[in-house]
């Protein structure tokens, strides 16, 4: 069973970047979606950005597109979402979260994951 742990969030200026990772511990496979959500105060969980593990698919939220980047290290089973041009409006709770289903088509639908990071704070001052 997959078990993710989060890193990498912080604080910085408007216009600052952040790199986020999520660490899959556990049997994984390239097939697997692996999910980014934020939850900022007093609002709704939103989608953020999704890959497979194999990072042949990625997709981006219209908010965070051209400025949030997926890669990954397949040595360390590790995610990254690299954050550049982030504005205060980027400032949540981030959590990445994935489906052993490979369920592509539903990405952006955060019930179809079944492990979640803890979470980390980005917080981006003005």
């Known amino acids: 069973q997959a078990r993710l742990v989060e890193s990498g969030g912080g604080l910085v200026q408007t216009g600052g970047s952040l790199r986020l990772s999520c660490a899959a511990a556990?049997?994984?496979?390239?097939?697997?979606?692996m999910g980014w959500f934020r939850r900022a105060p007093g609002r709704e969980r939103e989608f953020v950005a999704a890959s497979n593990l194999g990072i042949t698919n990625t997709h981006y939220a219209d908010s965070v597109k051209g400025r949030f980047t997926i890669s990954r290290d397949n040595a360390e089973n590790t995610v990254y979402l690299g954050m550049n041009s982030l504005r205060p409006e980027d400032t949540a709770v981030y959590y990445c979260?994935?489906?052993?289903?490979?369920?592509?088509?539903?990405?952006?639908?955060?019930?179809?994951?079944?492990?979640w990071g803890q979470g980390t704070q980005v917080t981006v001052s003005s």
């Open positions: 979260a994935l489906d052993p289903r490979g369920r592509w088509s539903s990405r952006r639908d955060s019930s179809i994951y079944w492990h």
């Open positions: 556990g049997r994984t496979n390239s097939n697997y979606v």
